[in-house]
């Protein structure tokens, strides 16, 4: 393999954070690998949250919590890939969606950056966003909440 495309396939690695890279093609292969500071990051798809038991305060002494509000008939947007998060298509234009818009099923609320390619992300619901969970340019994991949204 030329030193000019192993350099190039590095320098891709470093540009995208990727760990490793597998290339094959009829003539030639090419594995590559990087060590990083930090663990790989693990794909990890989670069922739905089981009820956990409340937990007992450990001193009186403190004051009551308020109550959290009921968020019982919210419902998730959650992110169908690992990218990047943005709220708009570009750094001048409007938020696809924000706290407090109305969305139906076909309403493009963010995009999902994967190497390189922008991947529109649709409600799949009707009603009103309530929350943000997620900042503009943050990585987002597979099944991630993205949004809570009252069903209309």
């Known amino acids: 393999m030329d030193i000019r495309k192993l350099k190039e396939l590095v320098k891709l690695m470093v540009e995208n954070d990727l760990t490793e890279l597998d290339l094959r093609d009829k003539d ?19 069922g739905p949250p089981a009820a ?18 009921d968020e019982s008939d919210l419902v998730a947007i959650e992110s169908p890939m690992v990218g ?5 298509s570009g750094p001048d234009k409007p938020p696809l969606a924000a706290v407090g818009a109305t969305v139906d099923a076909e309403t ?25 969970l997620v900042k503009n340019g943050q990585a987002v994991e597979f099944g991630q909440k993205l ?6």
């Open 108 to 132: 493009v609320v963010c995009l999902l950056e994967a190497m390189k390619i922008f991947n529109e992300i649709k409600a799949e619901r009707s009603g009103t966003i309530v929350k943000m």
């Open 147 to 152: 949004f809570l949204v009252r069903q209309s």
């Open 84 to 88: 990047t998060f943005y709220t708009s």
């Open 52 to 69: 956990s038991a409340p937990v007992a305060a450990a001193s009186s002494s403190k004051p009551a919590a308020t109550p959290a509000p």
């Open 28 to 46: 030639e292969q090419a594995t590559v690998r990087r060590q990083t500071a930090f663990a790989p990051p693990q794909v990890v798809h989670h």
